[in-house]
């Protein structure tokens, strides 16, 4: 399947992007970094420590193989991250949810599964996604990935931030909730 992606102006602007400092903070200790998404940016261009090995997989990104820096196009989900140990996910932006048939809010299946091993398997996750999601015609409150992986994960919540970005041009991206857990 080839997966083209249109370039998501909000998601170049400075305020977007400072996501990833908050996030590059939180992973600074982490040798390696899995980042899950980044087609638009991506974790490398945020860290100062040119000796973590860096992989990045996202079914949009060119792929790239240097040095420490892994890019590779693909869905996460079939990429086999088990020869990583001691290391630190980065999951920004990132919505793997959607409405079922009855109107609710879910997550299920592979890519749920793949996600949840992946949070579990790190040293410490950084997850950041949209405080409300639009569809159906209204704004539907904060039941986010990010609250449906809390209920199904051992990993505790060690730093919540809530961003606003009022100058971000889309109804529902400007309210945003960024989680640590270890």
């Not at 992989?55 to 820096?69: A, Q, T």
């Not at 609250?147 to 051992?154: G, I």
């Amino acid at each position: 399947m080839t997966v083209q992606y249109e370039p998501i102006d909000y998601l170049e602007t400075d305020y977007l992007k400072s996501r990833y400092v908050l996030a590059a903070h939180f992973l600074k200790d982490c040798k390696t970094i899995i980042e899950i998404g980044g087609t638009c940016s991506t974790i490398d261009k945020f860290t100062n420590d040119k000796s973590k090995n860096i992989v990045v997989c996202d079914p949009g990104i060119s792929p790239l193989e240097e040095d420490n820096l892994l890019y590779i196009k693909d869905f996460f989900e079939n990429v086999d991250f088990s020869n990583y140990s001691n290391f630190g996910l980065c999951v920004l932006g990132a919505e793997f949810a959607s409405f079922d048939d009855e109107g609710n809010w879910s997550i299920s299946g592979e890519t749920t599964t793949s996600l949840l091993n992946l949070i579990q398997a790190s040293d410490r996750t950084v997850i950041e996604g949209c405080q409300y999601w639009q569809g159906c015609g209204e704004n539907h409150p904060a039941k986010t990935v990010m609250d449906v992986m809390m209920t199904n994960t051992s990993k505790k919540i060690v730093s919540e931030i809530f961003l606003h970005f009022p100058t971000v041009d889309n109804d529902h991206a400007h309210e945003r909730r960024l989680l640590v857990l270890e």
